[in-house]
């Protein structure tokens, strides 16, 4: 598999029109795989990866660190009970929530959608759980026709039977990228941009916010939030990459002129 997004982007878009007529192959290095399997041995050790982990909000922590809890947990009172990921967001997990957001790929957001499943019950066994994904502002859904939390919700809800429920929260506003922003400025970003539409179904219930990258985890608290508020027992999130909260810069190669994006260490 090559590194640039170049090279996944055209295998994967030929995959997801030609899936239903080749034998099983891996969706991202095309090698055979069981038919119950979406991803190779390999390319499943790239994607999920067993790091050390916030037991609360699964940032990624140094290995040294005895403690359970990231220094952000410690001071922040979140509503939301726990993150399920499937690693930090970075390396081919990063490449993969980056294609998602396409059109073209649909057969990878459904496996990565599983393999999320399989983290859940892993995590959530035996839960009874309700599945929320985060929603877009209407405008964003009219003009764009992937909204890849909502996918990932779905296919989720496919591999463990757990309700998806739509249109409990809606986002009542336009709101600026996330990640544009510093974590002070996403918290205001997202105060009061969702609504919730009061339902009894999830009072007593433990509800699942599906998205795909958490970083400040504002959103999420947010939505929790509403969703506490309006019944739920419990919230916790299920990410398929959880951000890393270094920011990203373009490096322009002296050598090439071309661009690349980067992570500062
Ligand atoms: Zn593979
Ligand atoms: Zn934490």
């Known amino acids: ?43 499943l050790r790239l994607f999920v990866s067993d790091y050390c982990r916030c037991k609360r909000c699964a940032s990624p922590l140094p290995p040294v660190v005895p403690n359970e809890s990231c220094s952000r947990c410690d001071a922040a009172k ?6 399920a990921t499937l690693g930090p967001y970075r390396g081919r997990l990063r490449e ?16 990565v ?64 990228k996330q990640g544009m922003l510093s974590w002070t400025d996403r918290t205001h970003n997202v105060r009061g941009a969702f609504k919730l539409r009061p339902t009894k179904r999830i009072a007593g219930r433990h509800i699942i916010v599906v998205d795909d990258v958490l970083t400040s985890g504002a959103t999420a608290d ?8 309006g019944g739920a027992v419990s919230v916790s999130v299920a990410v398929a990459a959880r951000g890393t909260g270094a920011r990203e810069v373009v490096v322009k190669s002296a050598a090439t002129g071309s661009d690349s994006t980067q992570q500062p260490s």
């Open 96 to 111: 993969a929530v980056i294609l998602m957001k396409k059109k073209p790929f649909e057969l990878l957001r459904r496996a």
């Open 113 to 176: 959608g599983e393999l999320m499943a399989k983290e859940l019950q892993k995590q959530f066994a035996n839960s009874r759980a309700l599945l929320i994904a985060v929603p877009n502002h209407w405008t964003r859904t009219f003009f764009r026709s992937v909204c890849q939390a909502s996918s990932l919700a779905q296919s989720v809800s496919l591999s463990t039977g757990w309700p998806l429920l739509s249109g409990v929260v809606r986002r009542s506003r336009i709101t600026a």
């Open 222 to 229: 947010e939505i929790a939030k509403l969703l506490l508020a």
């Open 78 to 83: 979140w509503r939301f009970k726990a993150v």
């Open 1 to 43: 598999m090559a590194n640039s997004i170049a090279s996944p982007w055209l295998r994967l878009a030929w995959q997801s029109t030609s899936s239903m007529l080749c034998p099983p192959e891996c969706v991202w290095c095309e090698r055979p795989t069981s038919p119950d399997e979406h991803f190779c041995e390999d390319c």
